[in-house]
């Protein structure tokens, strides 16, 4: 973790709102993707994203500065996200399908289907499996920063990534987007 | 090599995190081996595929909502050491505004829409008696959806979120409520001022509205979106009240539209 981000936290304990804040600046686009992608629903990740800083904010002052701040919070949103999914009844009237904000030109149909496509895959993996994915691919975390947010060993990180890989080419290859 | 073993490898290269001697073992049998050379083909494209998603940018409003909830929470948790300034200067900026004059043909209309959102009635087990919230609905600053304000009530085994926002017309109020425990909203309005026009949830759920007063019931975890319809330009009050048979809390949300929210 950066010194300043360290510094942050620590000004953040002692009730610095400004210091939150810009905790707040900092994560919340990678905290909105994070649950966007395991949600795959944007009201659904705007509310997660506010009950987990939220959750941050009155659990603060019991973490330690010293160990990374991104896999705590990650942690949070990936708990959060999980009793989100479990709690969804399959007739759900307010579950939307995930839309794109962008206005839909030319060239954004590509880019949309691409994302659209590559959802309704991960939607299909189990949430193990979808986690590691949106981990690794999405926020670009490394095998280490994926073992701290998960409290898994990196052995099981690496395992799961693999494992979670095989069944996303077999969901992809199903649906006509890569071939043998 | 076995397949598990080349595919893992193939996996460790792709993934950035194979030694160049496990590099230069992958490419050498890559030369040799057409059938892996596809399986490499078909796993690079699903990193790639991957790797084309973007990130998205959270909606605008959401820092604001994040920072309202932070107040929201410090008043009914407190933070730890201290609340922070900037929520008791967020507080001061909401004002009460003076509400409308009667309007007896809107409460017609109120009545009528009562009526039909009875016919939405669903059962549910019984409430508990509890515990009070109230929030303001007022006009909101410009804008495609405008936050007017968030709260959060938390009893023993059971948590209770309330937003209310504005995009154009109508009104909305949404609630959350988590609990262990059978809750019931009650949510009180001027049926002068304001009617109900649609109210969502997000699960079977129990719906009782006269004019003035919608009651709500959720078993569990239960999220309702109720759509509200206001006349004239002026702020309406609305005030929630939550029965939890845990316990109960109360707030009261105050808001003019023409104090923005930071």
Redesign the interface.
Known sequence: MAANERALIRSA??????A??AI??RY???L??LA?RMVND?ED???L???V??KA??R???FDPDRPFFSWVYRIMINESLNLLS?R?PM????EQMES?EPSPEECFE?AR??D???GAIMELSEPYREV?VL???LNLS?REMSDALRVPEKTV?SR??SA??R??TV??RRG???? | MNSETLERLMNDVLDGVATPEERALLERHLETDPAARARHRELQGVFELLARVPMEDPPPELRTEVSLALAASSRTHGPARRAPAWTESMRAAFVRRPGLGAASAFAAGALAVAIAVLALTRSLGPAAPGLPVSGTMARPAPGPESLLDTREARVEGATFTITTRRGGDPWTVELAVRAAAPTEIELEFDPERLAVEDVHWSAPAEVHATPGRVRLGAGADVRYRLAFRARGEPSADLSATLRSGKGSAKEVLRMTPGNSIP
């Open positions: 304990q002692r009730g610095d709102a400004k939150f804040e707040v600046a919340e686009r990678v909105f993707n966007l944007r990740a705007r509310d994203t506010q009950t800083f939220v904010y009155q603060l002052p019991a709690r009844r759900e009237p307010l579950a904000v880019r691409v994302v496509t590559v959802q994915i690794r691919h999405f095998h690496k990534l693999y890989r095989q996303l080419v992809l290859r987007v890569v071939h043998a």
